[in-house]
Every structure is written in structure tokens, then in C-alpha cells.
């Protein structure tokens, strides 16, 4: 930390997301949380730090990053903002009811990860672990209620499909994201225990990477089509789901377990899983065909 503050996102009692102030080193702030995340009022104490003269690293979604430059209203040397490419976030509510399903299923003393990357990155899965890291619950991306309803886009906050803070419209020195489909472009990079694209926005941003550069493995481009291909989120926002609204009302007034609902939203027509079965199969069929011909996958 080098004397610094970082501020970012992180679990507090009952799994809710909120940001926080550190002065130490500390896990806290490791692995995507996919749900809006609480500001409060961190953006005060971010200003009072930067008062004093200390060193600040905010760490948080677009949105977020722009809220406190407004709230600073002024230049600062000594902040660096690092902000993500951002699919959306869902809305806390939906997740403070998921969470509350989890802990009455699993206990309160577990550990919760959005983004599990042990079984593979491409298909990260969500986890529920006990206190000695054993495995409760995990499902992948295609399987887990509240990771299908996120990337459907029907949870997610109402705002985000207007969000303007994209492409050149952010405001942080860095922009974190996940480098999907590496596999066209690098395929060195292509291990499927992940790939992050590190996109420096200003000189601040390219004067922290010099520091940490050596302890990287890396590679320039500077074609933005690249990242387009697999994060077309970077210059446009999602789309609301059709049914989102219908959603909402019927989990605010009807008594019926999210995990029943999200489970029932997220299931499909009959051709949307028809065509998800074929293409289960036809990828079962490749793998095994690679296999056999002695191959790595
Ligand atoms: C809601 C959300 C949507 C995302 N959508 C995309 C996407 O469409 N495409 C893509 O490539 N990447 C997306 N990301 C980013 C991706 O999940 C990783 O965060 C990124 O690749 C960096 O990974 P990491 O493991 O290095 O860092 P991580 O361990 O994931 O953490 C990076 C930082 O993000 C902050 N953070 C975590 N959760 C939140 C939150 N809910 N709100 C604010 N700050 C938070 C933490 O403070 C941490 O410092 C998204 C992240 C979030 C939270």
C-alpha cells in the first residue's frame, strides 16, 4: 500500500456489498461482486484523505468513479481511479434476498464467491464454501439462478441501460476487465484460468502500470477491436430484459422464494433450451474428438 488508502468493494455482515476505507492489506476487496455496491458516504472520506495529502486508490464501477469526481469537483495528484468494464449491476435487493436463501440453506459462517474460477474462467462458476474452504455449493454461469438472471439482464439496476460512462466517457486512470476470447488473438495468453485486459486511460494510469509491470506477464495492443470482440460492453450498455419489470413486481408482491422465481424467469422457452442442449452436445462432441486425437484442449 505504500502508505496509501485504497477504497473499494466488499462483503460486510449478511453479505451485503458495500465500499469501505483500507489503511492495510487485506483480502477484502478480492473478486467481483456482482451487485451494486453501497457508496454511503465513502466519497467524504475519500476527499478528507486527499485533503490531508495522502495517497488514494478508488476502486469501483464507472459510475461510481464519475460520482466522485463530481463530488471532488477538482483535480487531484494523488488519486488514481480503477474502474471495469461493467455488464450492469444488479439490484441489492435481489441479492440480499439470494444471499438470505444461502444462508439459511448453508449457515452464516461461509464464504460466497461470484466468480469461482477453479473449475474453469470461461465458465466461472458461483461457490459457497464452509470455514475450511470446502465446497457447499457451486454452480457454474449456466446453471446458477442469480449468475443467469445477472447476464440475462434481468436484474439489473434500471439505470444501467442508459449508462453513458463507456468507451472514452469514463474517468478513471484504469479500466480492469476480463479478456474474453483471447483465444483469437493470443493464444499464449489462452491457459482458461484467466486473462485480464489492463486499459490505461491517462499518464497516471500508465505511470502505475511502469511499477507493477515487472511482476506481469503481458502483451500490448492497441486495437480496440480486439477487445470489442469479446467485451462489446465496453462502448454499449445492455439491454433491459423484456420481462424485467414483470420481475420485479411479482418478487415485491408475491411471497414466493427468489430462488423459485429467478430459477423460473431464467429457464427459457422450449427452443432456447432446445437450442442450449444441441449446443451442450455438439461441444461434448469436440472435446471428446480432441481427446482423442491427442491433444491439449
Ligand atoms: C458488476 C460487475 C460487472 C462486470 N462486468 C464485466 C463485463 O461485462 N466484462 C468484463 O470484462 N468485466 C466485467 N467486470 C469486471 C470483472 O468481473 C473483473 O472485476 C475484472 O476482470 C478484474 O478482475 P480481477 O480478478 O483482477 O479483480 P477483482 O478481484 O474482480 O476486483 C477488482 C476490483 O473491483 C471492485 N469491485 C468488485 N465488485 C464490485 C462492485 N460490485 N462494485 C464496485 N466495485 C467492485 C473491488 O473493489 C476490486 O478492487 C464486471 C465487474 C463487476 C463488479
Redesign the pocket.
Known sequence: MAGGI?????FIDNFR?V?IRADKKSD??????????YIGTIYREVKKDLNSGRRVLF???PC?VIGLKKCLNREYENLIT?????????SPDIWDRYAACLMKKYGSNIKIS??DKNLSWNEFSFTVRDGEDKILYSKTLNEDPYLKA?LKNITLCEACSNCNFRGSNRKSDIT?????RVEEYFTKFNDNA?T??IILNSIQGKKLLEIIKPQLVYQEFHDYHILLT??P??MEP?MLWLKRNKFFKEIQNSDKDVIYLLTRYTKGSLWERGKRKVKQGIRKIIKSFILLNGKEI
Open positions: 485504497v477504497y473499494g468493494a466488499g456489498v465500499h477484502f476487496f478480492f473478486g467481483s461482486k456482482y451487485v451494486q455496491s476502486s469501483g464501477a461510481q480503477v474502474d471495469f468494464i461493467c455488464h450492469g449491476v444488479p461470484f466468480r445477472f480492469l476487465a476480463d479478456f474474453w484467466g485480464s485486459v469479446g467485451n460492453t465496453y445492455q
